[in-house]
């Protein structure tokens, strides 16, 4: 659950004693003030902090005052966002992303080579209406950009996008246009953040986002300080800064996103605000498609201003019109969505795709490889490039991803190296609920929500259910949190696979079914699809049979030619609603389950390489054997 810098603060001057002895040491209490010298906390009584509960602090002697996050601010001499992180360590409060592991990424600084001294740049951005002084406040400067088209360089201007002192990026745009078309570079594998740090007032609680650094840099000279974003409108990996910039933004009680008026620029828009935190921010409408355009126009500062301040929140999520349901209708009848992603098996993919906002169940008895199917999907989904996060409350995370590993691979013992490729695999795409036991359910969905907003991730995965914390015979609890996890998955538009278990039986000689998962009736009528698997434990007493080369039964020689597994679709809300069963072979060294095809052997998917592992395994020993040649 996100806290706002006021709730922040509030709760700092419920403990405002312990907060003005932390922040000024050298001070001391007198009647109902705490006095210091300044905000540096030096001996004195320029500095006066109200303990009575008027909830504000005066210096005197500079004329700065507010409350206890700009006080931390001022005398610590760092950012807001700074001070609101050491704020929140101060009070015990944990950030959301630490009940989740990620790897943390590491970037590079900007090559800064095709840099250029010259005044190129300047006399471009004068016709498009800036001044030098804005200019030079932005540090922009001569560049050369190459363009892939004509593979020539042409003159440019670079951006560079400094925060806290620091260049983190550098986005290039070319002055001359070949055929019309914008050149545009960006410095490599550097961090994605915002353009326009380097010039944000520090104690400002309100910002405002726009689609370009032309547009921040005019909004600079109307005097009202905004960021751009770094790779203009559009969604997903476009809006990529949002992962690295979520907690410098939490300073903000309020975000006005002005991107351009044209359909990109509104979806981004979206976007940004639904991550961001709808409730904090609002959409601006400008006279003009963007601010430049407004400059160059002619409109004042008054009427940005009231752009800006009459800008609206957006519509509550439970109303809409009517048409904004057009293309999903047209979708419904025409089948033109194929899914966030689709399964390992083909023959499962021809009636069946996982959606948008839909809640699975893996259902199965234990050591019927439910979570080792489940794991399979999740490597299909990230390799169809559909985000992660995985809440494994029955493994530890090194347990887990040793698994993962080994169906990535498809090496029972991978060396070394091939572990550390699988985690490049793993970037970007995977992210780990680390809490092990019992976890308490709605704790686990705030963390979800945390995870869809900052990092996009549209895939979550539950292993299990009865791991969440409520009771086997609480059968409304069970409801609620399946009420609540559905609501989830249709707020944000993920998909859910939940692990659940069956009630126990005489056999373990038959497939169960929907009937049989163990709870309230409520998992599988609020459910969109219900899968499950099931091995053939007969086939494997056979083959056991057969390799120690005992006499086979009429029985056991059947047995051997079925599936070694079943997956059973036992119910489909949406699409056409098809059901049915698919059998399968599971691999023991991939750990991976392949399509059942009767005389004819299938191959593990390597995931890592990205291709058939037995063609990978040939192509990869052919060029060992020629280089010891």
């Known amino acids: 659950m996100r806290i706002t810098p006021k709730e922040i603060s509030d709760r700092l001057w419920n403990q405002v004693d312990k907060v003005c002895k932390h922040l000024l040491p050298n001070g001391k ?54 001070a609101i992180k050491e704020a929140k360590e101060f009070l015990g409060l944990r950030d959301d992303d630490q009940y989740f592991s990620k790897e943390k990424k590491t970037y590079q600084k900007p090559d800064r080579k095709n840099l ?40 440019g201007m670079a951006f560079p996008y400094i925060r806290d002192d620091e260049c983190l990026f550098i986005k290039s745009i070319g002055i001359d246009r070949p055929d019309g078309k914008k050149v545009i570079g960006a410095s490599k594998n550097s961090e994605p953040c915002l353009f326009g740090w380097n010039v944000f007032p520090h104690d400002i609680r309100a910002c405002i986002i726009v689609e370009g650094e032309i547009d921040a840099m005019t909004m600079y000279q109307y005097g009202i300080p905004a960021f751009s974003v770094p790779f203009g409108g559009g969604i997903g990996n ?9 907690h410098n933004m939490e300073r903000f009680d309020e975000i006005i996103i002005c991107m351009d008026s044209d359909e990109a620029g509104q979806k981004a828009a979206n976007e940004i605000a639904t991550r961001l935190g709808i409730e904090r921010c609002r959409i601006a409408e400008l006279p003009y498609k963007d601010a430049n355009e407004c400059l160059l126009n002619g409109v004042s500062e008054d009427e940005m201003w009231n752009a800006i301040e009459t800008a609206k929140f957006l519509d509550p999520e439970e109303l809409a019109h009517s048409s904004a349901f057009l293309e999903d209708t047209i979708d419904a009848f025409y089948n033109t969505d194929t899914g966030l ?26 050591g019927h490889g439910k979570s080792q199917v489940v794991g399979h999907l999740m490597l299909e989904a990230m390799r ?71 990092y996009g991730i549209k895939l979550f995965i539950i292993d299990s259910f009865m791991k969440c914390g409520i009771g086997e015979s609480d059968y409304d609890g069970q409801k609620e949190f399946l009420d609540k996890v559905c609501d989830f998955k249709n707020k944000h538009n993920a998909h859910v696979i939940m692990v659940t278990h069956s009630r126990k039986s005489d056999s373990e000689e038959k497939p169960t079914g929907k009937m049989d998962v163990k709870g309230t009736g409520a998992v599988t009528d609020l459910a969109d699809n219900v899968f499950i698997i099931w091995r053939n434990k007969a086939r494997e007493r056979a083959q056991q049979a057969a390799e120690r080369g005992d006499e086979m039964t009429d029985q056991e020689k059947s047995a051997i030619d079925a599936p070694g597994a079943v997956l059973i679709l036992d119910k489909q809300r949406n699409g056409e ?25 299938n191959y593990p998917f390597n995931y890592v390489a990205g291709e058939c592992n037995r063609t990978y395994t040939e192509r990869h020993n052919e060029q060992y054997s020629s280089r010891e040649i």
């Open 577 to 601: 609603g098809f059901e049915g069963k698919f059998g399968l072979d599971f691999d023991a060294e991939s750990n991976q389950y392949l399509t059942f095809s009767k005389g004819k052997r």
């Open 116 to 155: 250029r001294k010259g005044t190129n740049h300047i006399e471009y951005l004068k016709t498009r209406g800036l001044t030098e002084e804005t200019i030079k406040a932005f540090k922009v400067v001569d560049c050369e950009v190459y363009d892939h088209k004509t593979k020539k360089a042409v003159k």
């Open 384 to 454: 169809q490039d559909t985000r992660c996060c995985v809440a494994s409350m029955e493994l530890k995370p090194g347990i887990l991803l040793k698994r993962l590993v080994r169906q990535a691979t498809c090496l029972k013992l991978p060396p070394r190296h091939e572990i550390e490729t699988s985690f490049d695999f793993f970037s970007d795409r995977l992210w780990l609920f680390t809490l092990t036991g019992t976890a308490k359910a709605e704790r686990l969905l705030e963390i979800f929500s945390y995870a869809n907003r900052r």
């Open 238 to 246: 476009k809006q990529q800064w949002i992962d690295c910039e979520f």
């Open 341 to 366: 992603f689709q399964s390992p098996w083909s023959e499962l993919n021809n009636n069946f795709a996982f959606r948008e906002s839909e809640l699975s169940l893996v259902n199965g008895v234990n």
């Open 29 to 82: 209490k007198e009647s109902q003030e705490w006095c210091a010298g300044s905000v540096h906390g030096e001996s004195g009584k320029s500095l006066k902090v109200n303990l009575a509960g008027k909830r504000k602090w005066t210096d005197f002697a500079s004329g700065e005052g507010g409350d206890l996050l700009d006080l931390w601010s001022l005398s610590r001499g760092v950012g807001l966002h700074v």
